[in-house]
DNA sequence: CAGAATCCATCCGGATACTG
DNA sequence: CAGTATCCGGATGGATTCTG
């Protein structure tokens, strides 16, 4: 997730490959899109993300929220109550990024069978057989 | 890369979140998107993609390129001769998810002035003083 | 030319324990 | 409640060498 690419001296169209990646980037870790989705429907406090994004860790939680925030795709707010309560709101931006993954989720819909089928056919082309017909 | 995200037992707005990951998943890293672009030309030879995909080891070049290959994105191509030519196309599956990129590409480019600010605001906001005004 | 194999550094991410 | 801190295994990815 750190950055540091930046589009800088690429040449053709590669170039165009490289602004996709900017996005990716910031959409491409393991939970982000988890996140993103659940805050996308208005606040959210830490402990229900915790529970909605299935699987996640505390830590990865904060990590990814904290990366999130810093993108500006989170607004953070923090009631300086006790216990403490902080809530977690998707930004204009990031409710247009998740439109743009609409057609990207409408695509996997489409090919989920084609893929899996694919992976089937590659992997039974290229099993190593070495011979052994062991059983 | 590897999978295993079978999206099963996923409840509510989150099965959505699963369904982009699959996507992503076949996406998400560092050089599938450089390839596929380079090769939704046309048919590309490997030590070509070696040079246009710019800073791409050897080793992750073989290694995207048979993810790529194994999930029916690309088709791979060869040609029996001395010295030996292997040709990588994309698939027109892989076209149309480089079609449903675009809206990501689009995404990136309105925001990028902005995303860059909310770091550089993020990382003022946080820099850790910790009181050492050493200089 | 198009890779396979090996070695090694770094990063991602989970588990656990502690805290204001 | 909402984190932070630490430890650690596995995955990711670069550099280099060898080969049909």
Redesign the interface.
């Given at each position: 997730m750190s950055q540091g690419n930046s589009c800088v001296s690429?040449v053709?169209?590669?170039a165009?490959?490289?602004?996709?990646?900017?996005?990716?980037d910031?959409?491409?870790g393991?939970w982000s899109?988890?996140i993103?989705?659940?805050a996308s429907?208005g606040p959210v406090r830490f402990t229900e993300l915790e529970r909605?994004?299935?699987g996640i860790s505390r830590r990865m939680l904060t990590l990814t929220l904290r990366n999130l925030?810093?993108?500006?795709l989170l607004h953070r707010r923090v009631y300086p109550t006790v216990p403490p309560k902080v809530e977690y709101t998707a930004t204009p931006?990031a409710l247009?990024?998740y439109e743009?993954?609409v057609?990207?989720?409408?695509?996997?819909?489409?090919?989920?069978a084609?893929?899996t089928?694919?992976?089937a056919a590659?992997?039974r082309e290229h099993a190593d057989w070495t011979g052994s017909r062991a059983d």
């Open positions: 690429v053709g169209q590669q165009r490959a490289c602004t996709v990646r900017e996005a990716l910031r959409v491409g393991k899109v988890g993103l989705v659940a429907q909605q994004v299935e925030e810093r993108d500006g931006m247009e990024l743009s993954l057609t990207l989720t409408a695509w996997a819909e489409r090919h989920r084609a893929i089928e694919a992976r590659y992997d």
